[in-house]
């Protein structure tokens, strides 16, 4: 069906974001390709705001490797941390990966 269109006849989604937000998209999916990122995303969205000692908790996991899932998602701008005495409270700071958690859910709702 595509074989006898012209390239420019194609009119795809993305052409109408520039070559930079391409990137920036490309950049989240790849900080959110992974399962336990993903998990912190969908507890933060539900609770908002959490310490990491309940995310580890929550996940089942050691607290170095949720700090540096943590930090990476931080840097990348998905996530704010603030301290709180002792504590570092983290909670979305973008809201963009919650529409793309929202779409895996839908999506694998529909398969089960």
């Known amino acids: ?55 580890t908790a929550y996940l089942g996991i050691a607290q170095a490797t949720a700090s540096q899932h943590l930090n990476h998602m931080r840097r990348s701008g998905l996530l704010k941390a603030e301290r709180r005495g002792k504590e570092v409270w983290y909670s979305i700071a973008d809201e963009r990966p919650i529409a793309l958690l929202d779409c895996i859910c839908n999506c694998c709702a529909n398969r089960e």
């Open 1 to 55: 069906m595509l074989a006898g269109m012209k390239t420019k006849e194609l009119n795809c989604a993305l052409d109408k974001l520039t070559v930079e937000t391409i990137g920036q998209a490309a950049e989240m999916l790849r900080t959110l390709a992974h399962p336990l990122r993903l998990r912190i995303v969908d507890a933060l969205h539900t609770a908002s705001e959490l310490p990491v000692c309940d995310i």
